[in-house]
């Protein structure tokens, strides 16, 4: 399992990228990090859990893990 220690570093890097910025602001508008504090979850759990639509939370989360904002490890 990855380290969930916050790193500042990765914010740095994004800062100037309109897309991954979007993205990080995304996920703290849903509160999306929230749910994650009690261990990893599905794109399904999650969706549930924030009450919003899994077929469009998928593409985010995608987005999260590329900019290097989440992990992803069997599929959560």
């Known amino acids: 399992m990855s380290d969930p220690t916050p790193k500042p570093d990765i914010i740095y890097q994004i800062k100037d990228q309109p897309w991954s910025t979007a993205a990080m602001f ?8 929230t749910p994650l504090e009690g261990g990893a979850m599905s794109t399904g759990q999650l ?11 998928g593409p985010l989360l995608y987005a999260l893990v590329l900019y290097g904002l989440l992990g992803e490890e069997d599929g959560q």
Do not use: G, N, Q, T
Not at 27 to 33: I, K, Q, T
Not at 51 to 56: G, Y
């Open 26 to 33: 995304a996920a703290m508008e849903l509160d999306l990090f």
């Open 47 to 57: 969706a549930s859990s924030l009450d919003v639509d899994p077929d469009k939370l």
